[in-house]
Antibody, heavy 118, light 111 residues
Framework: QVQLQESGPGLAKPSETLSLTCTVS????????WSWIRQPPGKGLEWIGY???????NYKSSLKSRVTISLDTSKNQFSLKLNSVTAADTAVYYC????????????WGQGTMVTVSS | QSALTQPPSASGSPGQSVTISCTGT?????????VSWYQQHPGKAPKLMIY???KRPSGVPDRFSGSKSGNTASLTVSGLQAEDEADYYC???????????FGTGTKVTVL
């Protein structure tokens, strides 16, 4: 059974870079789209972007200039880097598997809270 | 890409049914049969309840059903139970560039 687990600092300073890693266990990173999704406190879900198993990426247009998502197949991990963060980037960050066939996020990590504050 | 529109809240008594709408455009909900619904309990990750408009993953009770007409999708929860009290989010595939867009979320209360 595939499981996802986010890891990384829970605090980031304004203007710096937020970095998170998602470890995939119980399966391979092949053949799926691996996404990051965030949820500000008390608000809804926002898709940030994905990395495909081939290494290709796609990002939400409003975040594109600040986001990098990468894949490390040797470690079965994928990562998120969001630079020039502000308080508006404070959120629970989820990693999720997106099935290209059914076009749905079928497996989610438990989420990790990241607070942007000096 | 704008968020899909959902009512902020919905409620029903145990045993009753509640239906949540999810309105998009012809570029997302209306353009593809790839609408999903997620259930989120407080402090927990979202859980997939419906995909491809009407399909239920293994383990999801058949009390949960989905439908779509034009640019609006709907989730119906029949025979409401206390554990159904949660936030529900729809999402829709929106093409290869925009990929996926979520709804604004609906809080379901079991009275």
């Amino acid at each position: 059974q595939v499981q996802l687990q986010e890891s990384g600092p829970g605090l980031a300073k304004p203007s710096e870079t937020l970095s998170l890693t998602c470890t995939v266990s119980g399966g391979s990173v092949s053949s799926y789209y691996w996404s990051w999704i965030r949820q500000p406190p008390g608000k809804g879900l926002e898709w940030i972007g994905y990395v495909y198993y081939s290494g290709s990426t796609n990002y939400k247009s409003s975040l594109k200039s600040r986001v990098t998502i990468s894949l490390d197949t040797s470690k079965n991990q994928f990562s998120l880097k969001l630079n020039s963060v502000t308080a508006a980037d404070t959120a629970v960050y989820y990693c999720a598997r997106h099935s290209g066939a059914t076009k749905t996020f079928d497996i989610w990590g438990q989420g990790t809270m990241v607070t942007v504050s000096s | 890409q704008s968020a899909l529109t959902q009512p902020p809240s919905a409620s029903g008594s145990p045993g009753q049914s509640v239906t949540i709408s999810c309105t998009g455009t012809s570029s997302d909900v209306g353009g593809y049969n790839y609408v999903s619904w997620y259930q989120q309990h407080p402090g927990k990750a979202p859980k997939l309840m419906i995909y491809e408009v009407t399909k239920r993953p293994s383990g999801v009770p058949d009390r949960f059903s989905g439908s779509k007409s034009g640019n609006t999708a709907s989730l119906t929860v029949s025979g409401l139970q206390a554990e159904d009290e949660a936030d529900y989010y729809c999402s829709s595939y929106a093409g290869s560039n925009n990929f996926d867009v979520f709804g604004t979320g609906t809080k379901v209360t079991v009275l």
